[in-house]
């Protein structure tokens, strides 16, 4: 099977800067896109950040200039480097990753459990 394990949330002050990483472990033959989302209390998930396998990135309007995403494909590695954070910015950050198993010929999607980040105002 596959896993997706975030890791680096926590509590901040406004301003300043936090970095979430995601391991994707198990049966993995390739990733494909990798992406971050965010649910807010009361809110619909929102994609925050994609990063192809070719490193092509895409962000939400709301954290351009602020967060940039990175992988590192060896490792099947994705962090989210968040700066300049805002109070608005509070949510649970889930990773999200494309990829193809061993042995399965079609891709498919996993998540992880999330990651909660809080920002102080």
């Known amino acids: 099977q596959v896993q997706l394990v975030e890791s680096g949330g926590g509590l901040v002050q406004a301003g300043g800067s936090l970095r979430l990483s995601c391991v994707a472990s198990g049966t993995i033959s390739s990733i494909r896109t990798m992406a971050w989302h965010r649910q807010a209390p009361g809110e619909q998930r929102e994609l925050v950040a994609t990063?192809?396998?070719?490193?092509?990135?895409n962000y939400a309007d709301s954290v351009k200039g602020r967060f940039s995403i990175s992988r590192d494909n060896a490792k099947n590695t994705v962090l989210l480097q968040m700066n300049s954070l805002k109070p608005e910015d509070t949510a649970v950050y889930y990773c999200?990753?494309?990829?193809?198993?061993?042995?399965?010929?079609?891709?498919?999607?996993?998540w992880g459990q999330g990651t909660q980040v809080t920002v102080s105002s």
């Open positions: 990063i192809t396998s070719g490193g092509s990135t």
């Open positions: 999200n990753a494309a990829l193809l198993r061993v042995g399965v010929f079609r891709i498919e999607s996993y």
